[in-house]
């Protein structure tokens, strides 16, 4: 059965669509883990990400998110889209601005929290790894994210806002323990900028006194590598590529062993 993980994030701008897609990368490819990736963000950057990475073209007829929820089934919308032999993808959509309406004017309460749990029911046992790209604004999508997760991680810059969005973020997943209180938090992910007027070691010193452990040890470096891939997709054979793959593997380890620390508890 999938391991459901939600990618969290108050803020944009804070590593998560580089995260997220490396994370589905690293397990998929690396790893050879069967992977489903469900593209919540109506900015579809994770989707247009993956597609750039693997060479995939855009066809007007594939389905999206929100034909999923239309139908009440992933199978039945063929909104599943094979990208790779151990990788297939839900994209998203810039509709998906009429998630909270679409889910008052047609669902009761536990729709608003429920529904993505539901869906995902039907296709758990189809995947190791579910992961959910979230959007950075708390919305409903985002709430039907999080009670579908048995896991949520959150990236979050070396800098002082990104402290404060973190600390948004972790209280958010809180208030939602109301609805889901099986999902467990695997940690912060620290997105560590080159910048040499930046206070990153000093703010990632902060961070750490005040998550403790929750902070992963392995911190994501800032890469221009990182920001090509995310504009080009991932690359293996240029230059800095194995460098910068080999601190995020560093990370994703790291999650797994997480994750297989908290299912000991």
């Not at 989707?47 to 089934?73: Q, Y």
């Not at 991680?153 to 002082?160: A, F, L, S, V």
């Not at 323990?177 to 010193?205: F, R, T, W």
């Amino acid at each position: 059965m999938a391991k459901v993980i939600s990618v969290l994030a108050y803020a944009g701008g804070v590593g998560k669509t580089t995260l997220t897609m490396l994370i589905v990368y690293i397990l998929s490819e690396i790893k050879k883990a069967k992977v489903l990736v469900i593209d919540i963000d109506g900015q579809e950057d994770l989707s247009d990400f993956i597609k750039d990475t693997f060479n995939v073209s855009d066809n007007e007829d594939n389905k999206d998110i929100l034909d999923a929820i239309d139908a009440l089934s992933f199978k039945e919308s063929n909104s599943i889209q094979n990208i790779t032999e151990n990788l297939d993808l839900v994209q998203g959509t810039l509709d998906l601005e009429q998630f909270d309406t679409y889910v008052r004017d047609n669902f009761d309460e536990k729709g608003k929290y429920y529904l993505l749990y539901t869906l995902i029911k039907e296709i758990r046992n189809d995947y190791d790894y579910i992961i959910i790209d979230t959007s950075p604004r708390t919305t409903s999508s985002t709430d039907n994210a999080v009670c579908a997760s048995d896991y949520a991680i959150i990236p979050t810059e070396t800098t002082k806002k990104g402290r404060k969005a973190a600390v948004n973020s972790y209280k958010y997943l809180k208030r939602l323990l109301a609805h889901n209180e099986d999902i467990d938090l695997i940690g912060i992910v620290p997105y560590l900028k080159k910048n040499k007027d930046s206070s990153g070691d000093e703010q990632l010193e902060k961070l750490r006194e005040l998550f403790e452990e929750v902070v992963f040890d392995n911190v994501v470096k800032d890469s221009s590598r990182a920001r090509n891939w995310l504009n080009n997709g991932i690359t293996k054979n240029k230059p800095y590529d194995k460098v910068t793959l080999k601190n995020y593997i560093d990370v994703i380890d790291e999650m797994v062993r997480r994750i297989e620390e908290l299912e000991g508890e």
